[in-house]
C-alpha cells in the first residue's frame, strides 16, 4: 500500500489548475489522495503562492502544523517556493522543495519525499500525458495551462520572478488536451494562465485560439481567468456574444486602482476613463455580463481621495465578484522602494470598506437573475435531485428535479429565489 497525501493548494485559479495535475500524476503511482482535515496524512504537499506577504507566512506556517501533526514529510511547491532564495522552506522542516519555475527540485534526505517532488515537477512541467495520467478534476469542469509567465511589470508584483517570462502552448499541444479532457466526459473548459490574453502560437491571438477550440462540437463552454486592460478584451467581449464561441460571458478586468495618479505609480498602463469606457462597452454588448475585478488597498501614496475615486468606479458598475487584497510590499519590486507607504491598518480597513461593498453587490447582481432565464453547466446531481453548477456570467445555483443524467448537460432554468448569492431554480417548474 502507498502512503496518504494531502494537497494543500493556495492561491489563484492556475495554481489549483496545477495541483490537478500533481493529484493525477501521483494518484496514478498508488498514493491515495486524502481530503479529511480531521486525519493526518503520511505526506502534505503544499503548492504556494507567493503575492502576498502573508500568503508566503501562511505557506511556513502550514509546513510547521504538518509536521507538528506528525507527517512523514512536506513537500512544497509553486510560487513561494520558486522565490525561496534563503531555503526558509527548509528551515522549517520541508523535506523536499519543487522551485517549478526554475524547473529544479532541492532535495532532502527523505527518499519518498523526494521521489514525490520529482513526480511533482514532472507533472508541472509536462501537463496530461496520454495514456499515462489525467489530472484530477472534481467536477464537469477542467481547466487547461495554456500560458505561463509574465513581463507586464506592475510596480507591485512579484509574479515574474516568481512564474518567470512569457510562455505560450502551441495550438496542438493544447487541442490535443482538449481532446483528451473531453473524451473524458468534461463539458466546461477553463483556459488559465499567468496572464492568458497574452497568449499567441502559430499566428493565433487568444481569440482565434477559442474559436478552434469551441469548434469541438462536446465542448459546453469554455471560461477565461483575469484579463488585463489594453490588451484585446474589445476583441474578447465581442466574441462572447457570439453563441458559437461559446464563451461565458464573464469578464474578470483588474482595475487595481481607481485613481490616475496611483495607477501611474503602478506603472498600469491605462486611465480610470480608459477603464471605464471598456466596461462601459461590455455592459452595452452584454448587460448581463458578469463582471470581476481586483484591487490593491493602501499602496504607497494612496491619499483618501485616491481612495474614494476607487470606491466611485466600484459603485458605478455592477460587479459580481471583487478580489481586495491590502498592499503588501514584495522584495525585490520598485513598489517596495517607494515612500509615503500607508499604514497597515489603514490598508486593512480600506479594504474591509471594498469588500462589504463588493458583498453587497454581488447580492444585488444575483438578485437580479430571479425570474430571468440562465444557462447552467450540471456539476453534480445529488441523491435528493438536487443539482448544483454555474451560469455563464459564474453564479451558482441549485436546481431540484434534477437527475444523474443530467451531469454534463447544459440546461436553461429560471430562478425563482435568491438567497444570499445562490439561485435556487426548479426543473418542474414551468422550465
Ligand atoms: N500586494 C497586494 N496585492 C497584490 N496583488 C499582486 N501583487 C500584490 C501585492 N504586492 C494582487 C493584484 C493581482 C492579484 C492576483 O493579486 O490585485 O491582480
Ligand atoms: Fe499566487 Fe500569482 Fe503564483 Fe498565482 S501566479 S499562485 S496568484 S503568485
Request: charged share 25%; aromatic share 6%.
Amino acid at each position: 500500500m502507498k502512503a496518504t497525501i494531502q494537497l494543500k493548494i493556495m492561491g489563484c485559479r492556475l495554481n489549483h489548475a496545477e495541483g490537478a495535475f500533481i493529484q493525477g500524476a501521483l494518484e496514478r503511482i498508488g498514493y491515495c489522495f486524502v481530503t479529511d482535515p480531521a486525519t493526518t496524512p503520511d505526506y502534505a504537499i503544499i503548492h504556494t503562492c507567493t503575492i502576498t506577504a502573508q500568503a508566503q507566512r501562511e505557506a511556513q506556517r502550514l509546513v510547521r502544523g504538518y509536521l507538528r501533526a506528525g507527517v512523514r514529510g512536506v513537500i512544497v511547491s509553486g510560487c513561494a517556493a520558486s522565490t525561496d532564495k534563503t531555503h526558509e522552506f527548509e528551515a522549517n522542516g520541508a523535506a523536499a522543495v519543487v522551485a517549478n519555475s526554475l524547473g529544479e527540485v532541492r532535495h532532502g534526505s527523505n527518499e519518498e519525499a523526494n521521489a514525490i517532488a520529482d513526480r511533482i515537477l514532472y507533472a508541472l512541467t509536462h501537463g496530461a500525458v496520454e495514456g499515462e495520467y489525467m489530472p484530477s478534476f472534481a467536477s464537469t469542469r477542467a481547466s487547461i495551462k495554456i500560458q505561463d509567465g509574465c513581463n507586464f511589470r506592475c510596480a507591485y508584483c512579484i509574479v515574474p520572478d516568481a512564474r518567470g517570462e512569457p510562455r505560450s502552448r502551441g495550438v496542438d499541444d493544447i487541442l490535443a488536451e482538449c481532446d483528451m479532457l473531453l473524451s473524458k466526459g468534461f463539458r466546461e473548459l477553463v483556459l488559465t494562465g499567468v496572464n492568458t490574453i497574452c497568449w499567441h502560437a502559430d499566428g493565433l491571438n487568444l481569440c482565434g485560439l477559442i474559436k478552434r477550440v469551441a469548434a469541438d462540437s462536446r465542448v459546453g463552454r469554455i471560461r477565461l481567468g483575469s484579463i488585463e486592460p489594453r490588451t484585446t478584451e474589445r476583441e474578447l467581449i465581442e466574441l462572447m456574444a457570439d453563441p458559437s464561441a461559446k464563451l461565458c460571458q464573464t469578464l474578470h478586468y483588474p482595475l487595481q486602482s481607481g485613481s490616475n495618479n496611483i495607477l501611474k505609480l503602478m506603472r498600469r498602463h491605462y486611465t480610470r476613463e480608459q477603464y471605464c469606457e471598456v466596461v462601459e462597452a461590455a455592459l452595452e454588448t452584454l448587460p448581463q455580463i458578469g463582471l470581476g475585478s481586483d484591487i490593491i488597498t493602501g499602496f504607497p501614496g494612496e491619499t483618501e481621495q485616491d481612495f474614494a475615486d476607487t470606491v466611485e468606479i466600484v459603485e458605478k458598475f455592477p460587479f459580481s465578484n471583487l478580489h481586495v487584497f491590502p498592499y503588501s510590499e514584495r522584495p525585490g519590486t520598485p513598489a517596495a522602494t517607494l515612500p509615503h507607504s500607508v499604514p497597515m491598518d489603514v490598508r486593512r480597513n480600506r479594504a474591509k470598506q471594498l469588500i462589504a461593498i463588493g458583498e453587497r453587490k454581488r447580492c444585488e447582481f444575483v438578485t437580479n437573475f430571479v425570474g430571468k432565464s440562465v444557462e447552467v453547466l450540471v456539476e453534480r446531481v445529488d441523491e435528493n435531485g438536487v443539482g448544483r453548477g454555474w451560469t455563464s456570467e459564474y453564479l451558482e445555483v441549485r436546481i431540484s428535479g434534477c437527475s444523474s443524467n443530467d451531469v454534463g448537460r447544459l440546461i436553461s432554468v429560471v430562478p425563482h429565489e435568491a438567497q444570499a448569492d445562490m439561485l435556487y431554480a426548479s426543473i418542474t417548474s414551468g422550465n
